[in-house]
């Protein structure tokens, strides 16, 4: 079993909920005995969650001369490590909701360790609920302990994204349609309410009508179109060419980028 006494600093706490990082005034490692690099959440993605839960894995590079023997990742938001926010429900603060990494050796001084955050929109599967305020940035503290029980913690080491997932639909006529004449373009942009649990229209958001036209690779930006809203988005364009319709929203710090499926219309 690894030891846990130098795990004494941190408070016991769950990823995603209020906690308290010790020390955490300042952004720079609390030690500089322990080594970090390489922290990446998910790959380096945005953490994108829908409608059911999301396992996503942290992982980093540990480096001491006595070797490793834990590390801990934490998600946070807040004026600083010290006063977190409370973004959950104060009852979920306990040992059973936290869990250390996974380490493996790759030499006798380096080591590199991996934790799973599971994040669950609706708390009757289990886990803690995310609301749709938790959508947004996140800080990212990060602690190594070596086998020493030397150890080094940054507040603030990197920062992820958290969002909601968006959907876009597309849907141009009509088909066939005459050469010169009156396009309809529609669609609909909605986003995970991790509140209610489905899918709700993307208000007032700036979407760009892009064209392909046929037998080519590349999209083109006809137009931009705000949603309704309730999400919906609607425009004409005169029917030039044969070529594909789609909508492309570019996101927002809270829902990512979105493509809707290119739409093919037969121009006579």
Known sequence: MRKRAAF??????????????????????QTTDVQMSDVTFDGGKNIVVGLY???????GTFTHPSGIQDADFVLWRGPDGANPYETYDDRIVSNQYHYHADC???????????????LEPDWRYGGTALTNAHAGTWKVSVM?????????????YTTTRLQRQSKLTVDAGPEPVAQGKTLTVTGRLTRADWNNLDYFGYSNQPVKLQFRKAGTTTYTTVKTVYTSSTGDLTTTVPAAEDGYWRWN?????????????GDFVDVQ
């Not at 839960?53 to 992982?59: E, F, H, I």
């Open 144 to 156: 190594g302990v070596a086998n020493d029980d030397s150890w080094t913690q940054t507040a603030s």
């Open 53 to 59: 839960a999301k396992t996503v894995t942290v992982s």
């Open 249 to 261: 929203f570019t996101g927002t710090s809270t829902t990512p980028a979105v493509k809707a499926t």
């Open 104 to 118: 493996v050796a790759v030499s006798a001084t380096t080591s590199t360790c991996e934790q799973t955050f599971s």
């Open 8 to 29: 004494a600093v941190l408070s016991a706490v769950t990823a995603l909920a209020g906690f308290a990082v010790p020390g955490a005034q300042a952004d720079e490692p």
